[in-house]
């Protein structure tokens, strides 16, 4: 069953705390991609990685990190110096062919 | 910078009448204009696509149009069902790159 799987569904955080969010795919797509969703607003980006052990800074990067170990596997950190992390997270995915962007079920995190 | 406005953010109409969102863009490069259909705590998911060489594009009940000169595109959805109830988002391609730039967002309810 390909696709792409975000986990958990729900996390929850204390202030000051790191936290990490997991996206992987299987549909050998080169591209992946993180977004933040908040209630009236479009997706923003946080981070893209086009290859392996390369990515690149969105619109809001300041406060989350990445890593692009694998190329299935594009993990999103969540850091204390992010000062306002409560909201929907999700993850996408694309071929270096088509700019065409396919989203995982995403992560909802909330900062307690 | 660029940008892409999607009107209106919600929409309400009645189960078998047409449905219309619309999207303006501000880059004229942007060459790749998907749409996508979020359900309520999932991600969002692709239902059409158009780029800058094609007017119009149908897929049974929805249609896209493309006008470059006005630099807008448009969301058709016809003989609408309960289930097409979902928040649709728009996207332009950023010229020169694989990200996509989303719009805010269009609340769509059918009602019975």
């Known amino acids: 069953d390909g696709g792409i799987t975000q986990s958990p569904k729900y996390l929850f955080r204390k202030e000051g705390q790191n936290v990490t969010l997991s996206c992987e795919q299987n549909l050998n797509h080169d591209a992946m991609y993180w977004y933040r969703q908040d209630p009236g607003q479009g997706l923003r980006l946080i981070y893209y990685?086009?290859?392996?052990?390369?990515?690149q800074k969105g619109d809001i990067a300041e406060g989350y990190s990445v890593s692009r170990e694998k190329k299935e596997s594009f993990p999103l950190t969540v850091t204390s110096a992010q000062k306002n992390p409560t909201a929907f997270y999700l993850c996408?995915?694309?071929?270096?062919?088509?700019?065409?962007?396919?989203f995982g079920p995403g992560t909802r995190l909330t900062v307690l | 910078g660029e940008n892409v406005e999607q009107h209106p953010s919600t929409l309400s109409v009645q189960e078998g009448d047409s449905a219309v969102i619309k999207c303006t863009y501000s880059d004229s490069a942007s060459n790749y204009f998907p749409w996508y259909k979020q359900e309520l705590g999932k991600g969002p998911q692709l239902i059409i696509d158009?780029?800058?060489?094609?007017g119009e594009k149908k897929d049974q009940r929805i249609a896209v149009t493309l006008n470059k000169t006005a630099k807008h595109f448009s969301l058709h959805i016809t003989e609408t069902q309960p289930e097409d109830s979902a928040v649709y988002f728009c996207a332009a391609s950023r010229p020169g790159t694989d990200k996509l730039i989303f719009g805010t967002g269009t609340r769509l309810q059918v009602f019975p």
């Open positions: 158009i780029r800058s060489n094609v």
């Open positions: 996408a995915s694309t071929t270096s062919r088509t700019d065409t962007q396919y």
């Open positions: 990685s086009q290859i392996v052990n390369d990515f």
